[in-house]
């Protein structure tokens, strides 16, 4: 049984960077499609981004596309979410998720319910 679990999040200033890590552990997700879901504060849990099984596709939510990178290393079973230009709405839990391969191909890729394998979430608390 694949689990997840993330890592690197923390309090940092509006205009700050923080870097996400997800580290797979109990099997390979190296032929899974990943992504990164957030949920802030009173809010429902939302997409903000998924990188294929081969990093050959990546899509980004609008409130994050040109702020945040996503990539992954196989070899390490770790997938990464680099954020950059921090700002307070951006304060949520983060949890990373693995799906089947190609998932990212539809639009089901933005549904909670496409993905198999959920992290515990880590926090991230971007102050004004």
């Known amino acids: 049984q694949v689990q997840l679990a993330e890592s690197g999040g923390g309090l940092v200033q509006a205009g700050g960077s923080l870097r996400l890590s997800c580290e797979a552990s109990?099997?390979?997700?190296?032929?899974?499609?990943m992504g990164w879901f957030r949920q802030a504060p009173g809010k429902e849990r939302e997409f903000v981004v998924v990188?294929?099984?081969?990093?050959?596709?990546?899509r980004y939510a609008d409130s994050v596309k040109g702020r945040i990178t996503i990539s992954r290393d196989n070899a390490k079973n770790t997938m990464y979410l680099e954020m950059n230009s921090l700002k307070p709405e951006d304060t949520a839990v983060y949890y990373c998720?693995?799906?089947?391969?190609?998932?990212?191909?539809?639009?089901?890729?933005?549904?909670?319910?496409?993905?198999?394998?959920w992290g515990q979430g880590t926090q991230v608390t971007v102050s004004s």
């Open positions: 998720a693995a799906g089947r391969k190609a998932l990212s191909y539809s639009r089901t890729y933005l549904l909670q319910s496409t993905y198999d394998y």
């Open positions: 109990g099997g390979t997700v190296s032929s899974n499609d």
């Open positions: 990188i294929s099984w081969d990093s050959g596709v990546r």
